[in-house]
């Protein structure tokens, strides 16, 4: 098969677009992604319409491919996260590993995080090994169905087989019933772009001028660059779409002419970053989270340029490396080499996730290496959950808290209160209070907290003003990753973070139209800069991942907080 150079042209645009997008550069460089989807199902075909197909070997050969650049990044990210990071995030790098190593980090993120662009993927190590995930998944999948398709009917098996699947791809990730993160990460939904990808190669060969063949190649990656780089507000859907369909064009225009590339040394120059274009995928995303976990607080030039830097290098060395090492030539040695990196990683992980990843003691979080357990931070947050229930002792004052975690920190506060012999705690997870009308009205005091809330639900709405109190939101900055890389320096306990402008001036707003019925959660902690403190004055995180509560966090809230009206009057 002739190299198509106008691929190596896709694939490096793809790449610095997604390299920039995940350093917080730009905002449309994900779809780079889509590109290496199109690409990967026209390269694939080839070899799927070879009549000495097995699919088993050929399984075997793209994994061999991909799967010891991934291991190695995995143990080197151990190794990297030992000296760096918390144990609630190192216990999640460790998950990673191992999700990275079998291909499934799709599947990981899909029921964990959820969100792709949430911003704490940022300082994921392997986020981005949910693409090799989706692809490897993709290949197994395709290979097999394909090669049975071609058993049936030789000729029209697979193009019919391929039609099929990418109606049925596209059908249901059109289809409003599934959800975002399941769309974005299983391969199911994903599978119209890379057999779209393939069809390309049964399309009839273009009769039309050359240069206006060409024409439209160049029109299709001057598009495809614009989107991506322009800053250009496009939705997620419509820019899978576009893009698809720009790449495909792309592909399918310069496949049947030959390219009259000027200077031969000036494309072999500009197309480096897409010939490795997976070295540098591996590598780029563990480079910029170690950076921002441990160096950068926010997005600067001096982060793009290392990034850059570090991920040129790093690449080179893997390229070098599997180049001039002889035994990397071998399917069978490739393989047997990962074997021996994922053992190391699946050790190494296993042991960390046993141990809630927790490797030496952090009294600033309470954690000791000789008490400990899963989940340690998640059961203290989640503990008013067993507070959902009715109102039983009429000696005591009736406080129903709603809402989410954001509500469940506050119930907490008030648990570790002064207050709290006289309190009746009752709780209730989400928005949705139609069945609880009889404790509403039972309660004496009605708390509403929830990430990013706007408005009151309607169902609050029609509770005595004096009754109801709303809970303002908190934030303690991105990751406490770039604090506790100052942990040797003195001012380690001063450190401070600041708030976004805007969250300052939602807070002021929300202050100012609910007044005393307002529990400011943002005020007693921030100073004139707008930074906000980290540590209690007993030197406590007071939050493990910026925005829910440490035991001791709650309880420094519950001294610094006036809640002296909860026990003031006769009620």
Request: glycine fraction near 6%; hydrophobic fraction near 45%; include cysteine.
């Amino acid at each position: 098969m002739k190299r198509i150079k106008a691929i190596d042209y896709l694939k490096t645009i793809a790449i610095i677009g997604v390299l920039l997008f995940h350093v917080g550069a730009i905002q449309n460089g994900y779809l780079g992604v889509e590109v290496f989807f199109v690409c990967a199902g026209f390269l694939m075909i080839k070899g799927i319409n070879n009549d000495e197909f097995k699919p088993i070997q050929y399984i075997i050969k793209r994994i061999a491919a991909f799967w010891p650049l991934v291991a190695i990044v995995g143990v080197i990210s151990i190794r990297i996260g030992y000296f760096t990071m918390l144990p609630d995030d190192y216990e999640n790098l460790a998950e990673s590993v191992i999700a990275s190593n079998v291909f499934c980090n799709n599947i990981l993120l899909a029921i964990t995080t959820k969100d792709y662009w949430n911003i704490s993927n940022v300082y994921k190590p392997l986020m981005h090994m949910w693409y090799i995930g989706v692809l490897i998944q993709s290949i197994v999948f395709l290979s097999i169905f394909l090669w049975i398709a071609s058993k049936i009917s030789k000729k029209k098996g697979i193009k019919y087989s391929l039609i099929l699947i990418s109606v049925f791809s596209f059908v249901v990730w059109c289809m409003p019933c599934f959800s975002t993160e399941a769309k974005f990460f299983y391969f199911p939904f994903r599978l119209f772009e890379i057999t779209i990808g393939c069809l390309i190669s049964y399309l009839p060969d273009i009769k039309i001028n050359t240069k206006v063949v060409k024409l439209f190649g160049d029109i299709g990656i001057g598009l495809l660059f614009f989107i991506l780089f322009s800053g250009w507000n496009i939705s997620n859907n419509a820019g899978i779409i576009i893009v698809v369909f720009l790449t495909a064009i792309t592909i399918w225009s310069r496949s049947n002419v030959e390219e009259d590339i000027i200077d031969e040394k000036i494309y072999k120059l500009i197309t480096i970053p897409g010939r490795y274009s997976y070295d540098v995928y591996v590598w780029h995303q563990a480079i910029i989270a170690f950076l921002y976990y441990s160096v950068f607080q926010s997005f600067n030039s001096m982060l793009v340029c290392l990034t850059i830097v570090l991920t040129i290098v790093l690449s080179a060395v893997s390229v070098i490396l599997r180049k001039e090492i002889k035994f990397m030539n071998s399917i069978w040695k490739r393989i047997i080499f990962a074997i021996v990196f994922v053992t190391i990683g699946f050790s190494l992980s296993g042991y960390i996730y046993i141990h809630a990843g927790v490797t030496r003691n952090v009294p600033e979080l309470g954690i000791d290496q000789k008490d400990i357990h899963r989940n340690m931070h998640s059961e203290y947050v989640d503990r008013p959950y067993f507070w959902d229930k009715d109102f039983n002792d009429d000696a005591k004052i009736h406080v129903l808290v709603l809402g989410d975690s954001y509500g469940r920190d506050f119930a907490n506060i008030l648990k570790e209160s002064k207050y709290s012999n006289d309190l009746e705690i009752s709780y209730i997870y989400g928005s949705d209070f139609s069945q609880a009308t009889d404790r509403i009205s039972q309660a004496d005091f009605v708390f509403y907290g929830a990430y990013g809330w706007k408005t009151i639900p309607e169902g609050l709405k029609n509770i005595p003003k004096e009754k109801l109190y709303v809970i303002g939101n908190k934030s303690f900055g991105n990751s406490n990753g770039i604090i506790y890389a100052n942990r040797t320096k003195d001012n380690y306990f001063e450190q401070r973070v600041e708030l976004p402008n805007d969250m300052i001036l939602n807070n002021n707003a929300f202050k100012g139209i609910y007044g005393d019925n307002y529990i400011d959660m943002i005020t007693p902690l921030i100073d004139e800069n707008n930074k906000i403190r980290i540590f209690t004055d007993d030197n406590y995180y007071i939050s493990q991942d910026c925005k829910h509560l440490t035991k001791q966090g709650a309880q420094y809230y519950s001294r610094i907080l006036n809640l002296s009206f909860l026990t003031a009057g006769d009620r």
